[in-house]
């Protein structure tokens, strides 16, 4: 069965340290990860995405994220973060469904960052 | 632009009431989702559906209901069956196996 654990619920840090939010998932089957962020009372806007190739995938806003398929992770980091980063960061998994023909994704519970001045 | 538009921002809902959630996208996308999202809990998927005139349910289906009949629209009714609609509902499609778009969400109230 599918899961996404994001290890740590809220994630304080202070302006312009480094941040490390992490992401861990099962699957029996190739997956496509995905890492998205959510501003207050908004929806979803995707961070970054790694389909196949290179394991380290650079996305917006200075966010990066390395897929470790050995240890099925997919930690999302940035070198140095600014207060406008809080929000919070949903990780998720995206695989083949054998049941539908088509795709199903599963997101995990959600990591908190704040960024204080 | 395009994009996915949700109506409305709020919506409060009263005990044994019917209410519907709207959801348009003009990406010209196959696939549209509905999750339900809790604070901690992350997005829990309703309802989706990849082609017209047909949709499956996702994990937490009970009390909802939808319909596409169009491309572009996938409603959302949140019958009175469901005993805690109190949630903020997202709307999303793809085009495939990649990125979800969102829209920007509706809050359910409950009175």
């Known amino acids: 069965a599918q899961s996404v654990t994001q290890l740590d619920s809220q994630v304080p840090v202070f302006e312009e340290a480094p941040v490390e939010l992490r992401c861990n998932y099962s699957?029996?089957?190739?997956?496509?990860l995905f890492w998205y962020v959510q501003y207050p009372n908004q929806g979803l806007q995707l961070l970054l995405k790694?389909?196949?190739?290179?394991?380290l995938v650079k996305g917006i806003n200075g966010f990066e994220a390395e897929f470790n398929k050995s240890q099925t992770s997919f930690h999302l980091r940035k070198p140095s973060v600014h207060i406008s980063d809080t929000a919070e960061y949903f990780c998720?998994?995206?695989?083949?469904?054998?049941?539908?023909?088509?795709?199903?994704?599963?997101f995990g519970a959600g990591t908190r960052l704040f960024v204080k001045a | 632009d395009g994009g996915i538009t949700q109506s409305p921002k709020y919506l409060f809902r009263k005990e044994g009431q019917n209410v519907t959630l709207s959801c348009e996208q003009n990406?010209?996308?196959?696939?549209m989702y509905w999750y339900r999202q809790d604070p901690g809990q992350g997005l829990r998927l309703i309802y989706y559906?990849?082609?017209?005139?047909?949709?499956q349910k996702g994990d937490i289906a009970e009390g909802y209901s939808v319909s596409r009949e169009k491309k572009e629209s996938f409603p959302l009714t949140v019958t009175s069956a469901q005993k805690n609609p109190t949630a903020f509902y997202l709307c999303?499609?793809?085009?495939?196996?990649?990125?979800?778009?969102f829209g920007p969400g509706t809050r359910l109230l409950v009175l």
């Open positions: 790694y389909l196949s190739g290179s394991t």
């Open positions: 998720a998994v995206s695989e083949a469904s054998s049941s539908t023909g088509g795709f199903k994704t599963i």
């Open positions: 999303a499609s793809t085009g495939g196996p990649e990125t979800q778009y």
């Open positions: 699957s029996s089957v190739s997956v496509y």
């Open positions: 990406l010209n996308h196959d696939a």
């Open positions: 559906s990849q082609i017209v005139n047909d949709f």
